[in-house]
Nanobody, 122 residues
Framework: QVQLVESGGGLVQAGGSLRLSCATSGNTICISAMGWYRQALGKERELVATITSSGSTNYADSVKGRFTISRDNAKNTLYLQMNSLKPDDTAVYYC????????????????WGKGTLVTVSS
């Protein structure tokens, strides 16, 4: 399996910044694209940002220009730099990893972390 552990969440005032981290372990060689999702109270989980194994990124319109997704493959860690935070960014943020199945030992499953809470006060 692949294990994902998020960290870096907390309470921050509007306009502030946080950097989330997602540490991966297990069969990390199987990981291709990764992403950050978030789920606010009473709402559906939504995509925040994705990054491929080659570094190509995509962002939700709501976070473009404010958030930056990156990955350090040597450290097997995914990051989300969040700037100019708004109260609407308040949510549990989840790390996600897609795995391939063409390589022996990889099962093609998608994995999720347990989330880290980000609270932005106004």
């Amino acid at each position: 399996q692949v294990q994902l552990v998020e960290s870096g969440g907390g309470l921050v005032q509007a306009g502030g910044s946080l950097r989330l981290s997602c540490a991966t372990s297990g069969n990390t060689i199987c990981i291709s694209a990764m992403g950050w999702y978030r789920q606010a109270l009473g709402k559906e989980r939504e995509l925040v940002a994705t990054i491929t194994s080659s570094g190509s990124t995509n962002y939700a319109d709501s976070v473009k220009g404010r958030f930056t997704i990156s990955r350090d493959n040597a450290k097997n860690t995914l990051y989300l730099q969040m700037n100019s935070l708004k109260p609407d960014d308040t949510a549990v943020y989840y790390c996600n990893a897609h795995t391939i199945f063409a390589i022996s030992g990889c099962n093609g499953m998608t994995y999720w972390g347990k989330g880290t809470l980000v609270t932005v006060s106004s």
